[in-house]
Each structure stands twice: as C-alpha cells, then as structure tokens.
C-alpha cells in the first residue's frame, strides 16, 4: 500500500518561509513524476510544481522564483521549498504521484492526506 506523507505546513506571516515534505512508503516512486498541487477555500485543486524522476522542474507562474521543488530518492522524499509567502499562497498542500509519460490531468496514482499552509498579511 502505497503512502504519501505530508508535513511542514504551519502558519507563517508574509514574506516569510515553509519547506513541505513527502515521504513515500510502500513502494519506491523514485521512476515517477511527483508534484505539489494547492486548494484554496472556493477555488479548484492545481498544479504548483512537479519535477520529473530525472530532475526537471515545472512550476505554475504565480510561484516561480519563489519555490522550488526537489526530490531526495534515496529518502523517498519530495520538498517544496516556499519562500517570499504570500497571503494568496493560503491553501491546503497536497503531494501527489503519477507515472511517467502522463499528464496530471489524465492521471494521478497517489495523494498524499494534506497540509495546511496560512500565509498572514
């Protein structure tokens, strides 16, 4: 049974910093692409960051410059480093998995349970 474990969300003023993490257990997903996705009170869930098994990064313009993800295959974990926060960065974080060669809207295998992330102005 395959888990994503998310920690790290917390409540921070603007301007400031959060690292998330996920860890993986279960299995290995060190071959799959990994993402970060956020869901805002009355808005739909989306896509934030993903980084692929050999590295690559994508990130959604409102957040590029100011997060950065990573990968540590070794832990089975994935970061999302957030700084510079917004107050329009509020949401609960969720991770997220898929295999390689699909796109986030045709498929995900995992979810991870959440994370809150308040950003105060």
């Known amino acids: 049974q395959v888990q994503l474990v998310e920690s790290g969300g917390g409540l921070v003023q603007a301007g400031g910093s959060l690292r998330l993490s996920c860890a993986t257990s279960?299995?290995?997903?060190?071959?799959?692409?990994m993402g970060w996705f956020r869901q805002a009170p009355g808005k739909q869930r989306e896509l934030v960051a993903s980084i692929h098994s050999g590295g690559s990064a994508f990130y959604t313009d409102s957040v590029k410059g100011r997060f950065t993800i990573s990968r540590d295959n070794a832990k089975n974990t994935v970061y999302l480093q957030m700084n510079t926060l917004e107050p329009e960065d509020t949401a609960i974080y969720y991770c997220?998995?898929?295999?390689?060669?699909?796109?986030?809207?045709?498929?995900?295998?995992?979810w991870g349970q959440g994370t809150q992330v308040t950003v105060s102005s």
């Open positions: 997220a998995a898929r295999r390689a060669g699909y796109r986030w809207s045709d498929r995900v295998d995992y």
């Open positions: 279960g299995s290995t997903l060190s071959t799959y692409t």
